[in-house]
């Protein structure tokens, strides 16, 4: 997903620039002959002096001299070297002795804020953005921010208790196997993003992969024929199959530009890919089958749109959300292959489908780009419900809807929480995550817990709300 560019275009939360330089030395002596001409005419002019056109002639003689031209031409080189140098550092990875070096104190204490205890738990303020869920250890609430921290929460009073720094946006939500966290890096323009493994007991990296691309979304770990396998789509850099235990590469998938998780079915293994604004018009996404122990194909079919978040399994059907994030805002859905790579069934809405679907045997619930929840049988392609959190297009909806067991839960961009029935889209009741003219915006899944669930804002505020 080109998350970076939707940040700066819906938030102004990061900035990136691109620098470029012709490298050519004709054309800037021909500008800098010019203005020293003029700039020697007016200042003669103003003593009544009448400037001979010798004098620039001579000085443009003396520019366009072979070393100096050489030595102009070698300038030009080193600057734009030097910009795309430093272009190259700032989106590669923080090394890891640096991140030793500032971790070598990690306490950070906030206490918890007065709430309403009718309405909350607690609520926090983080000073960073959060825009992907966190994940609870152990009564420890575990959460990445956009500046490159990990956050520490108590997960019964809200107190901040550490503060761990990984230098890089920390875009997916970490995931829980066998006594540790993993969890990935980066953003589109990243290159050379990890995956780490945590200690969420010691508080302290154990071991990282690292791949060619970014690790903006999350890992799924999965044991198929006694053998634990970790999965990471790695942008431009395809997908990867980790052993989670030693973090060596298993085996490497290039199937294209992939921000999607996978989907593991058996020994099956579903995945789609995405084409970026940079290679539109020359690639196609595709739909993946693979064997999950090898990485070997089992097929593949093109697919109508990108697909930028994972798939998942109703009945006997793989069903892959649709959708561009640049160039068809107005264009989505949902596409659903057997087991053989055919289309059996399909729906289209007229705005791409961000997120991961519930799924409730044939009906799937997902959510949109521009803050709809629709309701859809994937046997027989009928559309049972919609929902809009919002009477107009308000764009960037990246969190999925949820289902705590009673009534689904979908937080929109602007802080609308909306609860709703299962049965018929029906609004049971709604809330406001913030107040004010410019409202905090929510990007992050929410985190459904058994006592209630927690809301992630992009300005850093957690709350943690009853049901």
Not at 32 to 50: D, E, H, M, N, P
Not at 84 to 91: F, G, I, N, V
Not at 219 to 242: R, S
Not at 296 to 308: A, T, V, Y
Request: aromatic fraction near 12%.
């Amino acid at each position: 997903m080109e998350i970076l560019d939707q940040l700066n275009s819906c938030n102004n939360l990061c900035s990136d620039f691109s620098y470029s330089i012709v490298p050519t030395v004709l054309l800037p002596l021909a500008f800098l002959s010019t203005g020293i001409t003029v700039v020697a005419t007016f200042i003669a002019g103003l003593f009544g002096i009448k400037l001979k056109a010798e004098g620039p002639k001579k000085l443009l003689e003396v520019l366009l001299k072979p070393k100096i031209l050489i030595s102009a031409m070698i300038f030009n080189v080193l600057i734009y070297g030097g910009m795309e140098a430093y272009q190259y550092l700032k989106h590669g990875p923080v090394p890891l002795f640096v991140q030793d070096f500032m971790n070598r104190d990690i306490k950070y204490t906030r206490g918890p804020i007065d709430v309403d205890p009718e309405n909350f738990f607690w609520q926090q303020i983080v000073p960073e953005g959060v825009f992907a869920s966190g994940t609870v250890v152990e009564d420890e609430l575990f959460v990445g921010t956009k500046e490159g921290n990990l956050f520490v929460l108590d997960l019964n009073t809200g107190a901040i208790k550490n503060k761990i720094y990984f230098g890089k946006f920390l875009s997916p939500t970490p995931v829980y196997f066998k006594g540790y966290l993993y969890f990935g890096e980066g953003l589109h323009a990243s290159h050379h993003m990890r995956v780490y493994k945590f200690d969420p007991k010691a508080k302290k990296v154990v071991g990282s992969f690292e791949t060619k691309g970014h690790t903006e979304i999350l890992p799924v770990i999965k044991t198929i024929a006694g053998k634990d396998l970790l999965f990471q789509a790695a942008g431009g850099d395809g997908l990867y199959a980790i052993d989670p235990a030693s973090m060596k590469q298993v085996w490497h998938f290039d199937g294209g530009h992939m921000d999607a998780f996978v989907h593991i079915d058996g020994e099956n293994l579903y995945i789609a890919s995405g084409v970026p604004k940079e290679d539109a018009g020359k690639e196609i996404p595709y739909a993946y089958k693979l064997n999950a122990l090898t990485g070997k194909l089992i097929w593949r079919e093109g697919l109508p749109l990108s697909s930028w978040y994972g798939p998942v399994m109703a009945r006997d059907k793989i069903c892959f959300i649709q959708g561009e994030l640049e160039g068809r805002p107005d264009l989505g859905g949902i596409e659903c292959l057997n087991s053989i790579g055919q289309r059996v069934s399909n729906i289209q809405v007229d705005s791409p489908v961000i997120g991961k679907p519930l799924v409730f045997d044939d009906l799937l619930v997902f959510n949109d780009f521009d803050g709809r929840v629709y309701a859809w049988n994937s046997v027989t392609s009928k559309l049972e419900w919609k929902y809009e959190s919002d009477k107009k297009k308000i764009g960037y909806n990246y969190s999925s809807i949820k289902y705590n067991g009673e009534k689904l839960i979908f937080v929109n961009r602007l802080g609308k929480i909306s609860y709703l029935s299962l049965n018929d889209g029906s609004l049971l009741k709604a809330k406001r995550f913030s107040e004010g003219e410019k409202p905090e915006n929510i990007f992050a899944d929410t985190l459904i817990l058994d006592k209630g669930h927690i809301v992630f804002g992009m300005k850093g505020s957690i709350k943690y709300f009853k049901n």
